[in-house]
């Protein structure tokens, strides 16, 4: 087990006070504060350093954490408004235009969102910008075309070295939301067929999480989002790490690390410098 939290001074979106509004989604060089021709190979040597001189049980990791594309929920919702679909719509499957549930696709905005991230990928991979070690992603229809559009079909990566492991904790928010529920296993397969796309061990063919009467609590979101964490840290020698997934968990995550909320909009990617420490010693099974 671990504890986690954010190094600031890296990224304009790691400041406490930073304003995700003025930041928007994809930032010149993804808001390192550092835009200098060199700018990354600097970046990556002073991580090394970080995790070079660290004190036993104790490591860096550099999350890319990046919130799905505009989904057809998020445009019933804005139609409707925030108190409207949170105590009615959201619990419906669709009105007479749109179909929000279960597991609603990315829209065409949001097919270009998640083109956009591939571009700023694309635009920083030639200055020296790390790939990531590993990717994951949630198990939902739009946080996996994201992942898809971004990273698939060479580029970001080279040609046939693109895998993502999909976390079912990685899944947004659940409960009463249609939206939120997740396709069968078989047809997650299906759309977004092996060896790409594997699942880790357990992950069960029906959604066994979701309840039409209880959304989930924060406090639970945060503690949801820390297993996460867990999980991504016990590959100790990957260091830069890929997150597809969405709004409420990304805020789960931030949570576990002790920051408040960023309101990430569709299509954005949140980079941070994370401390990592183990709670359980060094030599335990915990590192």
């Not at 909320?261 to 915990?286: D, M, N």
Request: aromatic share 10%; glycine share 10%; with cysteine.
């Amino acid at each position: 087990m671990y504890t986690f939290s954010i190094v600031t001074g890296y990224f304009a979106q790691d400041d406490p006070n930073a304003n995700p509004a003025v930041i928007g989604a994809l930032p010149s060089h993804f808001g390192l504060l550092d835009d200098s021709a060199d700018r990354w190979s600097k970046f990556t040597t002073r991580i090394a350093e970080l995790n070079g001189s660290a004190p036993s049980g104790t490591m860096y990791k550099v999350l890319f954490l990046g919130r799905h594309g505009q989904g057809f929920h998020n445009v019933a919702e804005a139609k409707y408004g925030t108190e409207a679909w949170d105590e009615y719509w959201s619990k419906l499957y669709g009105d007479a235009d749109i179909i929000w549930g279960p597991d609603p696709l990315l829209t065409n905005l949001g097919i270009t969102q998640a083109q956009e991230a591939r571009s700023a990928w694309l635009a920083e991979v030639p200055s020296e910008m790390p790939i990531p070690d590993r990717c994951y992603a949630s198990p939902l229809h739009r946080a996996l075309s994201t992942w898809e559009i971004t990273f698939s079909g060479g580029g970001v990566f080279p040609q046939g070295d693109e895998r993502v492991m999909i976390l079912e904790n990685l899944r947004e928010e659940h409960g009463v939301h249609t939206c939120d529920m997740r396709n069968p296993l078989s047809t997650i397969q299906r759309n977004f067929p092996p060896p790409v796309h594997s699942f880790e061990p357990g992950f069960t063919e029906d959604d066994l999480i979701w309840r039409p009467d209880e959304r989930e609590t924060k406090e639970h979101i945060k503690a949801r989002a820390a297993t996460v964490l867990n999980i991504i840290c016990t590959n100790q020698q990957d260091v830069y790490i890929s997150v597809t997934a969405h709004g409420g968990i990304i805020n789960g995550l931030l949570a576990a690390m002790g920051r408040t909320s960023y309101a990430l909009p569709t299509g954005g990617v949140l980079p941070l410098v994370v401390r990592v420490e183990s709670v359980t010693g060094p030599g335990s099974s915990g590192e």
